[in-house]
């Protein structure tokens, strides 16, 4: 029993030293197994501080570095994928496209801008759809792979700068001066029949106030619609005016009115600053429904692109035909030198701005044909003076415009315009390249047909004639207008309009182009407009005669017009185009008028403020220099008005107006 036991005990020791070996080889080996595969990590080890075990955590989330992945994949479905891809940059493009709008011309660098756009859309959304934001092995597919549209980028830049660089002017200054025909032209001859009276008296920024004066008059259009910034300088029935569009005053007036459009644009009279607002709705039976104020397909640049996707395309005109019918005219640009310089006008697109209808007319035929004499502006002035410009510095080579600069001229800075032959001129003096303070001549510019007439009369420079004529009445702190060139008793005379804080005018004045100290100038005091012309006219001849120019004979009153005419000068004209907004009409056979105001307005016309009063559905007018009362008047008083003549189209002036 005792043997039993103890070979029992003997069996159990050796079993658990033997056990006890066998675990530790087992664990040395795991121990090797690990060292030597780096593996450590995975085995709890407490004696790890904060630092290292986090660091360690940051490790497993790391991107490998390029020279860890070892493999490129091929990302699985790849038509799938690139058909996605050429989908999103479809929808991106269409965007752009919309509001980018570039011609689909070579020679526009808005549409190598937007090449650029499609093919970085392209290149973004495929490496999107590979998934290589999120996998290594893709990523360096995806960079192998759009290698191409880099390169295709590279090209378009190339191109691009090849283009400008063989249009620049250092290497084709020839070309550039060729771009503008100049013809030498006599002044006496041409500025013979242009009398002071007929000569536009404000300039665009003074047209666009008395345009804002009358919308604000006129309650039903002055909440929902402001005057367009741009006006046209044209020639209407063969009188200088301006024309503006109206715009939308915000956004949701658009939302609220572009159903029907504008309902109405604003012709003022520069000759006799006369403001008419034409209902398009009364007078064509719509509104205007293609402008630039619209959005969508309605505006009018992205309309003509559509229209035209190939066209380059200037900055649109209004302009009104001789019936008064609102056009768009937008001169279609060509580059002629390079792939991207030397621009000129190769035709002009006609759109009907109430509905939308385009035609394009080469330049040719917009010079020869009559019936689109009415066509006033399809070369912009801005265009003008360039080409001229590069005309004066580069017609003897580049060097020689940098260096040497023999015979070289520019255009002064500003411009004014000049009603000739019923077409606009852009009138500018031509002086040297370096600050000057004197004109060597002049040009005048058809900006129809792109003639160019140089003059050879030299003298001050136009903005020392306007210091001059401020200096005359610098005790009223007057400022004058950029000037025009006038014929005065064979002198050439540069004719402008002063101006008060009100920015209406105040007076003219004439100043000689040969000395700027010979000054005339005739002001708007208790006098009316056209007494002020007259006035000016009369000073200046006198001052002429003083300093010897002209004979001591010469009578200043030969040159003085009648002011009847002078206040009616386009009148007649303006008003058998222009309907007014409210066309009640309602003649008055009797002497006086008497009845109830249900009606105010006031506008500023010939610088005169002019009330208009309602009675009886007849709007009768006066100045207030005429009836000081009027101004005491309110709606809903009783008045007794002498009407001077017939109400026509709803309108009568009144000779006298007396509240009862």
Not at 285 to 299: L, M, W
Not at 376 to 396: A, M
Not at 535 to 549: L, P, Q, R, S
């Amino acid at each position: 029993m005792w043997i039993g036991i103890n070979s029992l005990r003997i069996y159990v020791a050796l079993t658990a030293v033997i056990l006890y070996n066998e675990v530790e080889r087992t664990l040395g080996g795991v121990s090797l197994y690990i060292k030597e595969n780096r593996m450590s990590e995975k085995i709890p080890n407490y004696n790890y501080d904060a630092d290292e075990v986090l660091n360690d955590f940051k490790s497993k989330f790391a991107w490998p570095k390029r020279d860890e992945v070892q493999a490129v994949v091929k990302p699985g479905k790849m038509p799938l994928r690139l058909l996605l891809c050429a989908l999103i940059t479809a929808v991106v493009g269409g965007i752009a496209y919309y509001m980018m709008l570039p011609a689909l011309n070579v020679h526009d660098t808005q549409l190598y801008l937007f090449l650029i756009l499609l093919v970085a859309v392209f290149a973004g959304s495929f490496f999107l759809v590979c998934r290589a934001n999120k996998k290594a092995e893709r990523l360096e597919y995806v960079k192998k792979k759009t290698l191409i549209p880099v390169v295709i980028v590279a090209v378009i830049a190339v191109v691009m700068l090849v283009g400008f660089l063989v249009g620049a002017t250092i290497f084709r200054a020839s070309a550039y001066s060729d771009l503008m025909t100049v013809q030498n032209s006599d002044f006496d001859r041409d500025f013979s029949d242009i009398s002071y009276d007929e000569v536009p008296r404000i300039d665009a920024s003074r047209a666009k106030t008395l345009a804002d004066q009358q919308l604000g008059s006129l309650s039903q259009y002055k909440s929902q619609y402001v005057v367009a910034d741009a006006t046209t300088q044209i020639n209407y029935r063969g009188v200088p005016c301006r024309v503006a569009s109206l715009q939308y005053a915000d956004v949701f007036k658009w939302v609220n009115n572009t159903k029907n459009g504008l309902p109405a644009y604003i012709l003022i009279d520069v000759v006799s600053q006369k403001v008419t607002v034409v209902n398009c709705v009364e007078q064509f039976g719509s509104g205007i429904q293609y402008s630039p104020a619209e959005y969508f397909n309605e505006k009018l640049i992205r309309h003509l692109r559509f229209q035209y996707p190939t066209k380059l395309l200037d900055t649109p005109n209004f302009e009104i035909d001789e019936s008064g019918h609102p056009y768009w005219v937008t001169a279609a640009l060509t580059k002629k030198i390079g792939l991207f310089g030397g621009t000129d006008v190769q035709g002009a697109i006609v759109t009907d701005a109430l509905s939308g209808e385009s035609k394009y007319y080469p330049i040719d035929t917009v010079r020869k044909d009559k019936s689109l004499n009415w066509i006033d502006v399809v070369y912009s002035d801005q265009l003008l003076i360039e080409q001229y410009n590069y005309y004066g510095k580069l017609k003897k080579g580049f060097w020689n415009s940098i260096i040497f600069q023999n015979d070289v001229n520019v255009a002064s800075s500003g411009n004014g315009y000049i009603a000739m032959n019923d077409d606009v001129w852009v009138y500018t003096g031509i002086t040297s390249s370096k600050t000057d303070t004197s004109n060597f001549g002049f040009i005048l510019c058809n900006q129809r047909t792109k003639e160019v007439r140089y003059y050879q009369n030299g003298g001050a420079i136009e903005t020392s004639a306007m210091e001059s004529a401020q200096d005359a009445v610098q005790n009223f702190g007057y400022a004058a207008t950029f000037p025009i060139l006038l014929d005065i008793e064979g002198q050439p005379s540069y004719f402008m309009s002063l101006y008060g804080d009100s920015n209406t005018v105040k007076g003219y004045a004439l100043v000689s182009l040969e000395d700027k100290t010979v000054v005339g100038t005739g002001l708007i005091d208790t006098n009316s407009d056209a007494k002020a012309l007259n006035t000016a006219v009369e000073n200046y001849i006198n001052a002429m005669k003083d300093k010897g120019w002209i004979a001591k004979t010469v009578n200043a009153a030969d040159y003085v017009k009648d002011e009847a005419e002078i206040a009616t000068a386009g009148g007649e004209q303006t008003g058998g185009a222009a309907k007014p907004s409210a066309t009640p009409s309602a003649p008055t056979d009797s002497k006086t008028v008497t009845g109830k105001i249900t009606d105010i307005k006031s506008s500023v016309n010939d610088g005169n403020t002019v009330y208009y009063l309602q009675v009886d559905g007849v709007y009768y007018y006066i100045r207030v220099t005429d009836c000081m009362q009027v101004l005491l008047l309110q709606k809903g008083d009783t008045v007794e008005i002498t009407p001077q003549g017939d109400a026509k189209d709803g309108f009568a002036q009144a000779a006298a107006v007396k509240a009862k």
